[in-house]
């Protein structure tokens, strides 16, 4: 998969599952009724999240988000789902590029909603960087 610019237009959905599925809520809204960016980006950190306690085989400590540019609003009702993509992996840290794509309850249709890179530092018990494990 080519690396995606968080704040290029929509592009074609993903080859591969998501990480994480939503359902937007109306506890999620802002006065205007639409879904909070706060919301999206929270759920995209657990989908990252989740893709970096994987590849790190344990726990893991977000310590940067880049760049997040929104497409098209998300609506209560509308199914999210996360797409996290490893970039890079380094000694303690990896770069995960996670996509949020949104889809009407009554469609089949699924636009880009947004896209950012977060990077995950692996910690251990003592709560300090640890190593990367090799990937198997």
Known sequence: ??????????????DHPPH?????????TNPAGDIFGGWL?????LAAGNAAARRARGRCATVAVDKMTFHQPVLV??????YATIDRVGRTSMVIRVEAWRRSRDAEEAGRVTG???TFVAIGDDRRPREIPKEA
Not at 1 to 14: F, I
Not at 41 to 45: E, I, K, N, V
Not at 77 to 82: L, R, W
Request: aromatic share 6%; glycine share 2%; charged share 20%.
């Open 41 to 45: 980006m929270a759920q995209m950190d």
């Open 116 to 118: 950012a890179t977060f």
């Open 1 to 14: 998969m080519t690396p995606m610019d968080p704040a290029a237009p929509p592009s074609r959905l993903p």
């Open 77 to 82: 009702g509308d199914e999210v789902s996360f």
């Open 20 to 28: 994480l599925r939503a359902i937007a809520m109306p506890a999620d």
